[in-house]
């Protein structure tokens, strides 16, 4: 089945900075590629997803990029503020069947 | 996205009882499912369930100790059976976005801790 690896386990940065967090996925059939945001005591949030037919994509202060070949994605966070401090999780997907989660990366925001 | 509401938020529970959890969406979905969060761990999938048809439950998971219901296009129950302290999770509805695609929006979840 697949396998979603998820780096780093924590991150800690100063506010305004930029934040990285990278998955890695086995199953080359998986084609959707979305990320969760779950704050303390609150469901995961979507916050931006990709399909496969596209590369990059960006909403305001997050982007995601996919490399298909390397089977790999990471969500960009830019100019971090104390709010967006949460857990966050890839996921991934072959069209039609369950989503299959990252271990979690714990954000936190320095101001 | 769909509002997605789940009842109750919490609870605390003795060892050997059963809960139910209640999921309720603001519209219509085909697909519903039912996630377990262990402490600070990722979402692990429980089951699937369709309006009309019998829960589809995954490895690790069966029938007697987290039976489904799904009555309707837009409720969805799941029971902790006989529970023990290793039921203690966050469990968590999801409803599969109504245009069909992958895409998932999940409810508040149910923080269960058995004692």
């Known amino acids: 089945g697949e396998n979603v690896e998820q780096h780093p386990s924590t991150l800690s940065v100063q506010e305004g900075d930029s934040a990285v967090i990278k998955c890695t996925y086995s199953?080359?059939?998986?084609?959707?590629f979305p990320w969760y945001k779950q704050e303390l005591g609150k469901g995961p949030q979507l916050i931006i997803d990709?399909?496969?037919?596209?590369g990059e994509k960006k909403d305001q202060r997050i982007a995601v990029t996919l490399n298909k070949t390397a089977k790999h994605f990471s969500l960009h966070i830019t100019e971090t503020q104390p709010e967006d401090s949460a857990v966050y999780f890839c996921?991934?997907?072959?069209?039609?069947?369950?989503?299959?989660f990252g271990a979690g990366t714990i954000l936190r925001v320095k101001s | 996205s769909a509002v997605i509401s789940q009842k109750p938020s919490r609870d605390i529970c003795q060892r050997g009882t059963s809960l139910t959890i209640q999921c309720q969406v603001d519209?219509?979905?085909?697909?519903m499912f039912w996630y377990r969060q262990q402490p600070g761990q990722s979402l692990t999938l429980i089951a699937t369930?369709?309006?009309?048809?019998?829960?589809?439950?995954e490895s690790g998971f069966v029938i007697d100790k987290f039976p489904i219901s799904r009555p309707n296009l837009t409720f969805s129950t799941l029971t902790v059976s006989n529970m023990s302290p290793e039921d203690s999770s966050i469990y968590l509805c999801?409803?599969?976005?109504?245009?069909?695609?992958?895409?998932?929006?999940f409810g508040p979840g149910t923080r269960l801790t058995v004692l």
């Open positions: 990709i399909r496969s037919n596209v």
């Open positions: 999801s409803v599969e976005d109504r245009g069909g695609t992958d895409t998932q929006y």
């Open positions: 996921a991934t997907s072959e069209y039609g069947n369950k989503l299959v």
């Open positions: 519209s219509q979905v085909t697909m």
């Open positions: 199953d080359s059939a998986s084609n959707y």
């Open positions: 369930a369709n309006q009309g048809s019998e829960a589809t439950y």
